[in-house]
């Protein structure tokens, strides 16, 4: 009832707890306002808000803000209305009370131009005079309380007759659960996910909502056209662009490339002058689930379907490992229920690292399974399981997570086969099913893996410079909450993924009754695995050492990677401890077990609380100067609960599942418990704590149609490259939309393409994204001529600013600028002139008449003489022809020459012919593909992407195939045999 009183989900009542900011405008057209709010709490995101702007004076605009501290706000003016200017502005409460007002004078021009801005030093505190007073609201949850303890009491008097009938009834189901467990884990799965993700099952909202916090195509809300202007979400730094911006363009460019190209989806030219798509290791092509989006062509729902589906997985998976693993049916259903509300989903929120979770557990369930066969012809059949959970995990999307969670799962599960007290024939028959699954796995995935390792030797990433980051020791609470980890970073965003306090409590129990437990072979396992990721992540391995580790010391980021194993190893140990707490519930010595339990944690928040809350002096200390952290308001509410309720659990739990010593009450206090160690890891609609959990926003249509986007779409007669200004046109979100540009957020990029960004200059943000703005255009625009750079959005403005060197040819929900000297996609020229380093050529670049020409790196080979007339020529391509992989257009040569491609060049991975007979191609232009024309004449080239290792890759897989074919034969004939 005290919940109730506080109805913590039903949102903001912003009937009672809400004012008006009336805005005196002077438009010279119609258009709309959007108002952001920033809040002077750190716990609450900005707030966004749009209205409408008529044209004339006086003209007027009204937005809802809700009460509390503010510390600025933002005004952009969206549409026509550009020159719009505010003449006052005042805030009343919905009494008409004027609570403050505002000159013109006061709203400032951004830094970004963009805006108007007003700045309240000190913070405005903005209070509705219909808000209920604090002691009001006080005295109803004490009265409601009341209510509860008094019923809550009554109803704690045995009603022999209704509990017998509720024993007898609770009997009956748990025979058939037993009866039926792989039904009932099941069933527990999908109940467990519908729960945690009802807004997105049953109201409208999506894991890939544009307003989860992603711009795609306009800058600000709404970002697409027919999505709504707000809410949006705060992701509290969760990466939520990965999604909008990478997975989900590349399920596009996949479904393009298979069913309108009729080819294997293996190149993405729509990103930085085009990149590996297979290659990446991101692809998700080998995913059955991925088929589901692949197939809509990336539509939202299809994604949505895709998530919930994982996520069941998961939850079945890991009820399915806790039973093989601790051979207890009621504790593998806690762990089903409990895992579908992990701190992991609200750190990840949409992105490809959920399925590289989801598909972990099933990889150790097999190895367990073949531990347990009764023979090597059982043991085969699971190393079929095998083999499909690291296929699903390979294709699950990540190269880091994924690839740690094969090697440390596998290793996990070959150690407790190991570990095992087995005779040697029959300990050999299992390891020789489950090297038959492993090596089966390595030949299928060869065109997976073998073409990531090609790529990844020779590409730039993010990732070149070894390092490691890791989390502190003291902070090993977080590793069951992040909100432990959240309050050491500003405005409490996320940092790193976590279980719950169900899997702690579990946990602790397994630490204290370890003597009992390390006898069996699985709990000896996971517990070596999960001590040795644990000195991974909080830094007891010193990064030092783990920079010089093949792959691993490129990861960079230890703590998350690794906590994502961590995790998948603490569910099976959580229910050894939990099976070894219910082992004892009768015993005497059941009550030390839980102090002990509980002492073992109090250590954890002790080291937390000695981490966060010491103030150290500079002289003594290891960094400058700190002052303690200030723990947030609900984090200090949330963390009691946590504490109170894995301390109440145990004693709850055990006066139910003693016989005849539970009451209705204990069984509401369980249910409350529970609630409060899983609720925040929940998926909800509006709340009041909507900054600590996650909230998905309203699904829309990805590939809306935008008049300007189709208009360009029809223009463009042959290719050419598009960018926005600023935050329009998010790069990578351009393949949704069917358009190339210069920059894209996939993890592998062409080192020459690099280098070349580097040196001439190109602003980059995040270490891919290049920006183009306004006015840094005229300065750059040589080298986005040279990257066939033509055309350039940008929000429409009735006074567009002038762009030296565009011309502005269009406007409607955009503004179309087109640069007439950007260089064609494909073209000839008669001259090819070396040069030393890539500064060399910017500069070359730079100095020239601005017409397209042909540059060779001093040390790169040149099939036959050399190309170098005096009298440079030019002859753009025609005629082009263009799917998923291959490129192939015309070129009218006057002379002998060379062909360049603006695609990003890659040694060994393009087979190139000209006029239907194989030629060879070189690097120009630094990071390009030049092919070579012997004379004059008419030539078509056609440049195909197929890398390199993929024929043997290829060619291995069918091996594999076989293998596999030749197996499940076997065990056919042998169970007729």
Avoid at 116 to 142: F, I, K
Avoid at 177 to 203: D, E, N, Q
Avoid at 234 to 256: C, T
Avoid at 599 to 617: D, E
């Amino acid at each position: 009832m005290a919940l109730f009183g506080f109805a913590p989900f039903s949102g903001p009542d912003r009937l009672a707890d809400s004012l008006l900011f009336e805005f005196a405008l002077d438009a010279s057209a119609a258009g709309a306002l959007r108002l952001e709010s920033v809040r002077a709490d750190p716990g609450f995101p900005p707030e966004t808000a749009l209205a409408d702007v008529p044209a004339g004076a006086p003209a007027s605009a009204r937005f809802l803000v809700p009460a509390g501290a503010y510390r600025a706000f933002r005004l952009t003016v969206a549409g026509r209305a550009g020159g719009a200017k505010v003449t006052r502005a005042r805030i009343a409460d919905l009494t008409g009370k004027e609570v403050a007002s505002f000159a013109g004078e006061r709203f400032r021009a951004a830094d970004d131009g963009g805006a108007l801005e007003l700045d309240c030093n000190p913070p405005l505190v903005l209070r509705s005079s219909l808000t209920a007073d604090g002691w009001q609201s006080a005295a109803l949850v004490v009265a409601l309380t009341l209510v509860l303890a008094l019923a809550s009491w009554r109803g704690a008097v045995p009603l022999e007759k209704l509990r017998a009938a509720a024993l007898a009834q609770a009997g009956q189901w748990v025979r058939r659960a037993r009866a039926h467990p792989y039904r009932t884990l099941f069933g527990t799965a999908v109940a467990a996910v519908v729960v945690s993700c009802h807004p997105v099952i049953f109201g409208g909202q999506s894991f890939v909502s544009p307003n989860n916090g992603a711009g795609c195509l306009y800058a600000g809300w709404p970002t697409l056209p027919g999505a709504p202007a707000g809410p949006v979400e705060n992701p509290k730094f969760a990466d939520i662009g990965a999604m909008l911006w990478a997975h989900l363009p590349y399920s596009v460019i996949e479904h393009r490339a298979i069913f309108h190209d009729h080819e294997l989806p293996l190149w993405n030219r729509a990103n930085s002058c085009g990149v590996p798509l297979l290659g990446q290791g991101q692809s998700m092509i080998g995913d059955p689930l991925h088929w589901i989006p692949l197939v809509a062509g990336g539509a939202a729902w299809a994604w949505d379907v895709k998530f919930v589906l994982a996520k069941i997985l998961f939850a079945f998976g890991s009820g399915l490992l806790g039973r093989a693993a601790v051979g207890r049916l009621g504790v593998a259903a806690l762990l089903a229920a409990s895992s579908a509300f992990l701190g992991f989903f609200a750190y990840r929120f949409n992105h490809a690292a959920i399925f590289s979770l989801s598909y972990a557990p099933w990889i150790l369930l097999a190895w367990l399974e073949i531990a347990r066969a009764a023979g090597g012809r059982a043991a085969a059949r699971w190393a079929g399981l095998l083999i499909a959970a690291n296929w699903m995990e390979l294709n699950s999307g990540t190269a880091k997570e994924a690839s740690m969670l094969i090697a440390a799962l596998n290793a996990t599960g070959l150690i407790s086969l190991l570990l095992r007290r087995e005779n040697w024939p029959s300990l050999s028959r299992k390891l020789a099913a489950a090297a038959c699954g492993m090596l089966i796995f390595l030949l299928l995935s060869a065109p997976c893996w073998l073409v990531f390792l090609d790529s990844l030797g020779r590409a730039w990433t993010t990732y070149n410079v070894p390092r490691a980051y890791q989390i502190q020791s003291a902070l090993l609470l977080g590793l069951f909450d992040d909100l432990f980890y959240r309050q050491t970073i500003a405005r409490e965003n996320h940092a790193n993924p976590s279980a719950n306090f169900l899997v702690l409590l579990g946990v602790l129990w397994a630490v204290v009754r370890y003597r009992a437990l390390w006898p069996e072979a699985t709990f000896r396992a996971l517990a070596l695995m999960a001590a040795t990721m644990t000195a991974l992540v909080f830094g007891v391995v010193p990064p030092a050492l783990l920079v010089r580790l093949p792959l691993v010391g490129n990861i960079s980021h230890v703590d998350n990677t690794f906590s994502c194993v961590l995790i998948v190893l603490l569910l099976p140990l959580a229910g050894f401890g939990l099976r070894a707490g219910h082992a004892r519930l009768a015993a005497a010595e059941w009550r030390d077990d839980w102090v002990a339990t509980l002492l073992l944690g109090a250590v954890l928040v002790g080291a937390f609380l000695g981490s966060v809350q010491a103030a150290t002096r500079s002289p003594f200390a290891l960094q400058p100067e700190t002052t303690p952290v200030v723990l947030s308001g609900f984090f200090l509410g949330y963390a009691a609960a946590l504490l109170l309720a894995v301390a109440v659990l145990p004693l709850v739990a055990r006066r139910l599942l003693l016989a005849n010593t539970g009451t209705v009450f204990h069984l509401l206090l369980a249910v409350l418990a529970l609630g409060a160690l899983h609720f925040r890891h929940g998926m909800y609609g509006p709340t009041k704590f909507d900054a600590y959990v996650m909230n998905p926003q309203a699904r829309v249509d990805l590939q809306a149609r935008s008049p300007m986007i189709e208009h360009l779409q029809r223009l463009t007669a042959e290719p050419a490259r598009v960018a926005g200004f600023g935050e329009v046109l998010t790069p990578g979100f351009n393949a949704v939309l069917g358009l190339d540009g210069i920059a894209g957020p996939d993890a592998l990029v062409s080192a020459y393409y690099r280098e070349f960004v580097d040196a001439a200059k190109l602003p980059v943000v995040w270490d891919w994204r290049i920006t183009v703005r306004p006015d840094t255009t005229p300065a750059l625009r040589p080298f986005h001529d040279l990257l066939n750079l033509r055309y350039y959005l940008a929000m429409p403005s009735p006074t567009p600013a002038a762009v030296a060197g565009l011309r502005r040819i269009g406007t409607a929900d955009l503004d179309l600028y087109e640069s007439p000297t950007a260089w064609p996609r494909a073209f000839f020229t008669n001259s090819l002139t070396r040069y030393g380093t890539v500064a060399d050529f910017t500069e070359y670049v730079w100095k020239s008449d601005g017409r397209p020409l042909a540059a060779l790196q001093d040390g790169t080979a040149w099939p036959g003489e050399l190309p170098t007339a005096a009298d440079r020529q030019f002859a753009p391509a025609h005629d082009y022809r263009l799917t998923n992989n291959t490129t192939t257009f015309t070129i009218d040569a006057p002379a002998r020459g060379i062909a360049v491609l603006t695609e990003s060049f890659e040694e060994g991975n393009f087979r190139v012919t000209v006029n239907g007979a194989p030629s060879a191609y070189v690097r120009v232009n630094h990071a390009f593909c030049g092919v070579p024309i012997p004379r004059a004449g008419k030539f078509v080239v056609r440049c195909e992407y197929w890398p390199r290792r993929l024929t043997p890759a290829l060619w291995l897989a069918a091996a594999g195939l076989a293998l596999l074919l030749g197996g499940a034969l076997w065990l056919r004939l042998s169970r007729a045999t």
